[in-house]
């Protein structure tokens, strides 16, 4: 079975929502006498519930030979019609084991892939996000990637148009991935953003990867859960995917409607296909909650994923991103590194030092940190 | 340019959160003496206001340029990370005329095909929607087919699953929609669930096509526009699409997140490719906005595609979707046809009589209309 639980507003009834769902979406109407025949196929409400602050939920199972083993079929179950009834919001999902997509890669694949092992990743996006040429994506790689950044993307806003394509992006900087792998010995993976049509970005993802390049970029939410189902499936599209979580506040923001992002960013790019999640994170320039942030992280690693913490990273910020002994993850810097007053190599540069610091157990002050990279970082972000 | 009409809850400064996102989700960062070089990347802001209720607007435009022609990078772009910021909503969105990709058929081509030129169309969904053998939707088409009916659907939440597999249920119907056409002259649409992956439902589309089925049923928002697009692109798939509004109320149904139906269910499927599209109506059992849907159709109308008001449509229903001398509609009713007291065929036909009092310009109600199934499904569902 499919469990879902929902959350409603004060004023709802959550058990006569509950059977709307559980029959609702799956049989619909039937006869009465026709109730045996159809049992199979009937979602079971299981439990339904008012809090002290009046706010209900309710707990729905439904027959997982319903949908099709996708995501889609399965959001038009769970949520489908039933959205526009009124104000209803996923709090959890719980899937049978199999279901669904499973990245090819996760973190342990990405390790494997940048032979970087026994420590937290570091991740570059270029900047700024459009307007740049194929030999100013070529140029900036060359220098974070010879000053030991480990991946770097594309903006999720620079797609591919006639001015910037995405395979004269690659075509640009596949030789200096080569580069920096013969000067740094480490396979840097640079995560390319896919778009147009369903079959414009497959296609493209094979030319693209038959052009060198190692990683992709696709926003499921936006484009389509199915587009990173069958980019995590097909042969010719192995490579790791990093999925990122555009559109998902219109979704996930508001209290009463929608997904949580637990499920959201959470559930569904686990079984929609992701090796690696882009997540706003509190301790960032984006409002989430913490908690809801620390389940999200746990969750991708348990399932093998990379958790991959966004928006207003900097060197300073490091300390919150981490637990002793605990490197799952990859810290995705846009402007934190790339606007380093230094330039983008002191803002690689800067990481490195933060986190040798770290694990010395040394605090990362402006007051104690030596003249260099991470003291000029923090001078301008703070810590 | 792209224009974006945002609205914002009171207490969130319009103009400041419209620079944001004409910089934030364009450019981005750059060194102020590289504005020139950008400046065709750059986002404006156009417009900014408070209105009495505290309620901020912001009119921002985008160039054309920065995105792909289609819908998953534009939504990447307009709403994207900044999403993740806080409450915002899109209120409107103005696409240059040729954006994206259009439909093939529009309401014109489904008249076509159908051969039903002068008046409203009908359609009915298969239910249950679940539990069916393909012989059963054969016996349902019959007999809805000879009675009348003109178009009818699988339910949205019937994909393709082991123990009822799209391709059974297209082989069971062909057969019965040839019998349809030999008796009644008239091509009968059938438009079949696809789900699963981009992949695998591009693969599936063309398979059922070639099996002859004659009509499609997608849900975009769950599975992806990109889906929708490449379908109204391909060779192989040349089939009326029609679009479920399923998981819209999870975009749409805040007043201070997400989407506005108009744009929603209105342009992003007028430029993503629909045929046709399904919505709520305040008529029927759903909850929407009389004057939001009174857009809607008229947005889709004036894009030539098939408005299809969906839920709790019943025969009695009828006036309040017709207005005199307008055809432009095809009403969609799953239990109240299904579920006519005296079987799907009076359901049928209840409306045809319907649509016939109406044309005399003669009421709908239980005390005029003369015995027959009309009269039978306004006592069961009112008028």
């Known amino acids: ?14 058990e006569k929502q509950g059977r709307m769902l559980a029959i609702g979406q799956t049989v619909g109407s039937f006869r009465p006498d026709e109730a045996r025949r159809f049992e199979s196929w009937t979602g079971v409400l ?17 027959p997982s ?49 940048t ?31 010879m000053a030991g950044l480990d991946l770097i993307k594309d903006d999720e806003i620079c797609p591919d148009t006639p001015a910037s394509t995405a395979l004269s992006r690659v075509r640009a900087c596949r030789p200096v991935l080569d580069e920096i792998r013969r000067a740094t010995g480490r396979e840097m993976l640079y995560a390319v953003t896919l778009s147009g049509g369903a079959s414009r970005m497959l296609d493209q993802a094979r030319r693209l990867r038959e052009a060198g390049a190692n990683a992709y970029l696709v926003s499921p939410i936006a484009c389509g859960f199915s587009v990173l189902e069958s980019l995590a499936s097909d042969p010719d599209t192995r490579l790791p995917i990093f999925a990122h979580p555009a559109m998902a506040g219109a979704l996930g923001g508001s209290p009463d409607y929608g997904i949580d992002y637990r499920v959201l960013l ?24 913490p908690g809801v942030e620390a389940d999200l992280r746990r969750l991708l690693v348990a399932s093998g994923l990379a958790p991959v913490p966004s928006a207003g990273i900097h060197p300073g910020a490091l300390p919150k991103f981490l637990s002793p002994g605990d490197h799952r993850v990859i810290l995705n810097a846009g402007t934190g590194l790339m606007d380093h007053p230094q330039g983008p190599a002191a803002g690689v540069r800067a990481f490195h030092e933060a986190l040798e610091l770290i694990k010395k ?14 003291r000029q970082a923090i001078l301008k972000w703070g810590s």
């Open 266 to 289: 959470g559930t569904l790019m686990i079984h929609g296909g992701a090796d690696a999640v882009l997540y706003p994170t509190a301790a960032g320039s984006l409002p989430i909650d």
């Open 65 to 113: 030979a319903n949908v099709s083993g996708d995501i889609g079929s399965l959001l038009v179950m769970i949520l489908g019609k039933y959205s526009l009834a009124g104000p209803v919001r996923i709090l959890s999902l719980d899937l049978p084991e199999g279901y669904g997509t499973r990245g090819r890669f996760g973190l342990a694949g990405i390790r494997e892939l």
């Open 361 to 374: 157990s040394q605090p990362l002050d402006r007051d104690s940190v030596p003249e260099g990279p991470l």
């Open 46 to 62: 299981e439990e339904a519930s008012v809090d002290a602050n009046g706010r209900g939920r309710a707990l729905v199972a439904y």
């Open 1 to 14: 079975m499919i469990r879902v639980l929902y959350g409603f507003p004060p004023g709802v009834n959550p």
């Open 115 to 145: 032979g970087v092992r026994d420590r937290p990743l570091f991740m570059g996006i270029f900047k700024p996000a459009l307007g740049l040429s194929p030999e100013d994506f070529a140029a900036i790689l060359r220098e974070v990637g």
